[in-house]
């Protein structure tokens, strides 16, 4: 194939910097379902950076283009990799392992040593540009995407993010998915719903249904439940922008939207269980059983997560007055003493 996928581990490096066809073709190999290839790439991209910056002396900042490449090729696998297979998780620990590199270090010219240093940390122990990246990967393309492949990318980045790496930025992804589907206003839509069953590059996110939503939300319960839990006991609020951590509307014109700053909090956490409450109600009403069953599910989970971490929550819930402790959504959060 393809100059794209000419170089090897063994093979010199390219001078010219990836370009959009370049990344096309790495979409149309993940679409095929190439995989095998394209983890020869992500090998190559990983040697390209070591041998740029190691021997030939290249500054770091010229290295950037095999980075972003690299997480590029990652994120397509995300979309086309199937959530329920072992290749997933595969490609989750491959990250993992580029990460257990080390950092990229050289000889100085006048002695001591030289580490690759970008703006978004060290090469390879912070794995730079990844969350920031991934980030704008989804946001820019989880309405395009059929149902699918919206499950598959949840699900890997949701796994991802649960290792804690990148300082747990991968998490704002979470932010603003939970945004878009517990505090935004939009119907409830269907679990067989046929306009989401193809790619559309002029869908919107404001084109989307709750049930579109809703399994790549469950897979972040799911598979990052604790670190959500971690992050809403701590506050945390560390976006690449401002406006990822900011509430929706109906969040923050809620009574608990009242109490929360942006970012992950208890509060928020509260509210996004009792909009599981009532969307799995909802669901119910329209005969709508799978969509019930999984916000049914998601709920199960966050209760369990947060008893078993004995969780701020609890104490934040417990002290929050009537208004909070005897909404009925919120009775599985009362603990037997």
């Not at 199937?82 to 000889?107: A, N």
């Not at 909009?275 to 998601?298: F, G």
Request: glycine share 6%; with cysteine.
């Amino acid at each position: 194939m393809h100059d794209l996928l000419r170089d090897s581990p063994s093979s010199s490096p390219r001078g010219s910097p990836y370009g959009p066809g370049d990344w096309a073709e790495l979409e149309e190999v993940a679409r095929a379902g190439n995989f095998d290839v394209l983890r020869s790439v992500t090998y190559n991209r990983v040697w390209i950076t070591g041998q740029s910056y190691c021997r030939n002396r290249a500054s770091i900042d010229s290295c950037e283009r095999h980075l972003q490449s690299l997480w590029y090729v990652y994120y397509q696998c995300a979309r086309h990799v199937s959530h329920e297979s072992f290749e997933q998780d595969r490609w989750v620990l491959d990250i993992i392992r580029t990460r257990g590199r080390g950092p990229l270090t050289r000889p100085a010219p006048g002695g001591g040593i030289d580490i690759a240093r970008t703006p978004e940390g060290t090469v390879w122990n912070d794995l730079p540009f990844l969350a920031t990246d991934m980030t704008e990967y989804w946001i820019n393309s989880c309405a395009e995407m059929d149902s699918k492949q919206r499950i598959n990318a949840a699900s890997f980045l949701a796994k991802l993010a649960s290792t804690r790496i990148a300082n747990d930025r991968l998490c704002q992804i979470a932010l603003d998915l939970f945004r878009d589907t517990f505090e935004s206003e939009r119907p409830l839509g269907s679990s067989n719903e046929a306009d989401d069953e193809n790619e559309d590059r002029h869908r919107t996110i404001h084109g989307l249904t709750i049930a579109s939503l809703l399994p790549s939300a469950c897979a972040w319960i799911r598979e990052a439940g604790h670190n959500i839990i971690l992050l809403s006991d701590a506050s945390w609020n560390d976006c690449s922008h401002s406006t990822i951590g900011t509430g929706g509307f109906t969040f923050v014109q809620s009574e608990l939207g009242q109490r929360a700053p942006g970012g992950f909090s208890p509060w928020r956490w509260l509210y996004w269980l009792k909009r599981l409450h009532q969307i799995a109600e909802e669901a119910s009403k329209a005969d709508e059983k799978l969509l019930a069953e999984q916000a049914a599910n998601a709920i199960d989970i966050m209760l369990s997560d947060v008893k078993e971490r004995n969780s701020q929550i609890l104490r934040v819930f417990e002290g929050a007055g009537d208004a909070v402790t005897q909404d009925k959504d919120f009775m599985g959060l009362k603990r037997k003493w």
